[in-house]
């Protein structure tokens, strides 16, 4: 069977209709259908031309899935929702015109459509499901309009030909994995409509340089950044309350980090390996600093670490051969000198105590005049005890 003309009595197209019918070259639908079923002509690979009516309401899940001879399909504005995979692994088709009918659509709906150069999401759609433009390598450019209020998860996964990316302000939420592996995008600039970063969203984009974090921004998830080598720049923005695990992880290109004293935690692996870092400032919101946080930062040469910190994870600072050993201490920033009597305090308000000639003393860098004893003040690790200022630290060998 290479052709059907379907009779203008039949109102739908049932559930696997035509599932397989690996000879079916041209299929004629008439104006009575309402609704493609599910997976109706599923696997039809020497299908090359449809016309589906203006009378279609709705197109099945699976309903084109793997026809792969399909180079053009024309969406009649009639249709409101693409089903899941509706067009899924059709590798042939270079262009598809969806109308401002469709509300919807579906996950995996262009998945693997190799072909696809270019796509227009109208103002009608509200959402993109789960890796509805998965491996669409042929992808250069998507136009998203301000409709459109999330991405789903996985939405542009390993688009690797995407350039070009404009997410409107009306999007909240850019779900996991949505642009992962897509190396060949170089800038993004996130609206401050969007409160959350998923996981996994940037994973492996080699080619990103430069992105714009608006304060809008609450949460980045694990992994958002990782491995993308060619990122040189970013600003936290003082919305964030946690560095998550591996969210930089080996951002080689990476030379200047800002973290915002909104930040709690600096997670596990979360700047691992990042080369091309040479200082990091650890703002005094800090009070954890994860297992391998810093591991293997082999251009850092100074950190400032506050005195809120209670807690450095094990290898937090490892490999980091820019700094003078690999047994990392933290030092209070200040002065250490011997008593001369020619002080501006001469006792201790720790303990009281006068000065005498040569003790040990030490000045702490929040003002001249805070001036202890220095086994005293050793003993207090997180504010100075006159003005309650965090005491800050570095670290050194």
């Not at 491996?135 to 939405?155: D, F």
């Not at 800038?187 to 080699?206: D, E, K, L, Q, R």
């Not at 207090?380 to 060998?397: A, H």
């Amino acid at each position: 069977m290479t052709s059907v003309i379907i009779p203008d009595s039949v109102t739908s197209i049932g559930d696997h209709a035509f599932y397989k019918c690996t000879g079916l070259i041209n299929v004629t639908i008439p104006n009575s259908v309402t609704s493609i079923g599910h997976y109706a002509f599923c696997e039809c690979p020497g299908l090359i031309n449809i016309i589906i009516p203006n009378s279609v309401t709705s197109i099945g899940n699976g309903a084109f899935s793997g026809c792969t001879g399909l180079t053009n399909v024309a969406i009649p504005n009639s249709v409101m929702w693409i089903g899941n995979g509706a067009f899924s692994g059709c590798t042939g088709l270079t262009n598809v015109t969806i109308p401002n009918s469709v509300t919807w659509i579906g996950d995996n709906a262009f998945d693997g459509c190799t072909g696809l150069t270019n796509v227009t999401i109208p103002n009608s759609v509200t959402s993109t499901g789960d890796n509805a433009f998965n491996g669409c390598t042929g992808l250069t450019n998507v136009t998203i309009p301000n409709s459109v209020t999330s991405i789903g998860n996985g939405a542009f996964f390993g688009c690797t030909g995407l350039t070009n990316v404009i997410i409107p302000n009306s999007v909240m939420f850019v779900g996991d994995y949505v642009f992962r592996g897509c190396d060949r995008l170089t800038s993004m600039t996130i609206p401050n409509s969007v409160t959350s970063i998923g996981f996994y969203t940037f994973y492996g984009c080699t080619g990103l340089t430069n992105v714009t974090i608006p304060n809008s921004v609450t949460l980045i998830g694990d992994y958002a950044f990782y491995k993308c080598a060619g990122l040189t720049n970013v600003t936290i923005p003082n919305s964030v309350t946690s560095i998550a695990n591996h969210v930089f992880y080996e951002c080689t290109g990476l030379t200047n980090v800002t973290i915002p004293n909104s930040v709690m935690f600096v997670e596990n692996y979360a700047f691992y390996k990042c080369t091309g870092l040479t200082n990091v400032i650890i703002p005094n919101s800090v009070t954890s600093i994860g297992n391998h946080a810093f591991y293997g930062c082999t251009g850092l040469t100074n950190v400032t670490i506050p005195g809120s910190v209670t807690s450095i994870g094990d290898n937090a600072f490892y490999g980091c051969a820019g700094l003078t050993s690999n047994a990392i201490q933290m030092k209070k920033n200040g002065s250490s000198m011997k008593y001369n009597g020619k002080c501006e305090v001469n006792e201790c308000v720790i303990c009281y105590d006068k000065f005498e000639e040569n003790d040990e003393i030490f000045i702490l860098e929040c003002f001249h005049t805070h001036v202890f004893h220095k086994s005293c003040i050793d003993k207090i690790k997180d504010r100075c005890p006159v003005c309650r200022q965090p005491i800050e630290y570095s670290i050194s060998g």
